[in-house]
């Protein structure tokens, strides 16, 4: 047995190696593969059955993370791609673009904070926050190129739901696993859990409530003040993004009811971009453009509580001039 080199003209073509015999699946491509979030989400999709290339492109360290990557005894090919240059190669007929590529917080900054560093790097399907500004800077990119498709643009917020599925398990002391809906979007109070509509039902007090809900808010900022200035959320956010990509996988491989959070753009609540539950479906038409999943169908938000109708409003406030703020960025 020996590994399939693939003459591809990549610069990193060393790393081609496909251990398996490479099985039929989907083409991924990390945009900031060497990062805090890249390494470990790169490490994850290069286990997943459904993955069969991986590309893995950073402006830094690409070679190293692709060597290290491609010895891994799983099918996936894993190619590496450095710098502007191969940027193009890197993306070129890939299923689906997942983003982990900027700059952290450090304690005392807001994600907004990182909107000035990061609002230039944005192009694709999201994870780099400011995630409220960046997925509207995205989809204006994608308009004035004329491919702006709200369905295949999907903000990555599957890290409120794991850590909502975290804190509500340890709150109500129940060994089941949960299923809490986050709406509204990515940063403070924009991130709206719907305790109410916890599958299967919890009930909580109103201390409980007020807890959780301020908890699941501010996970990101428990993470940046532990780590004290060495980065913040790296390791859950690839097992999020991994969760939420591969739901994306099983979407376009033609699974049926595939419902994950994601941060889309939404009429369901006001005429623009606005966190939802989101049905990933297949669709041959996103099959042909470049074979991203996305988002099919939108659910309504359901039946809420006086405390979420509340922290609704507050949300969509402060959405509103995070979307706004990304729209000008770009615009200018
Ligand atoms: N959506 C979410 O729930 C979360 C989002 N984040 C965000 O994810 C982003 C990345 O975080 P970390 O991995 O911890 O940062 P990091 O600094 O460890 O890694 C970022 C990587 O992006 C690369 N990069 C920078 N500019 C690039 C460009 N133009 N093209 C390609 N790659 C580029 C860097 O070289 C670096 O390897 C940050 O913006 C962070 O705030 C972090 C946690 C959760
Ligand atoms: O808080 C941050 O800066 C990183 C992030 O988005 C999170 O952990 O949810």
Redesign the pocket.
Known sequence: MGCVKVEDGSALSRGDCRAKGGAPGFKVAI????????QPLAMLMKMNPLVSVLHL?????APGVTADISHMDTGAVVRGFLG?PQ?ESALTGIDLVII??????KPGMT?DD?FKI?AG?AIVN????P?NSTVPIAAEVFKKAGTYDPKRLL??????VVRANTFVVSTSQTSLEVDVPVVGG?AGVTILPLLSQVKPPCSFTKEETEYLTNRIQNG?TEVVEAKAGA????LS?AY?AVKFADACLRGLRGDAGVIECAFVASEVLCSSLIGVNVVLKPSSELLVRLGRGGAEEIYQLGPLNEYERVGLEKAKMELAASIQKGVSFIKK
Request: proline share 5%; glycine share 18%.
């Open positions: 945009v900031g593969a060497a990062g805090g979030i890249g492109y950073d402006v830094v360290n502007q940027l982990p590529a900027g700059v952290p917080r994600r990182l990061n790097i999201l994870i780099s926050n995630v903000g990555v917020t599957t890290l409120d990515h990101g980065g913040s959320a790296t956010m999020a």
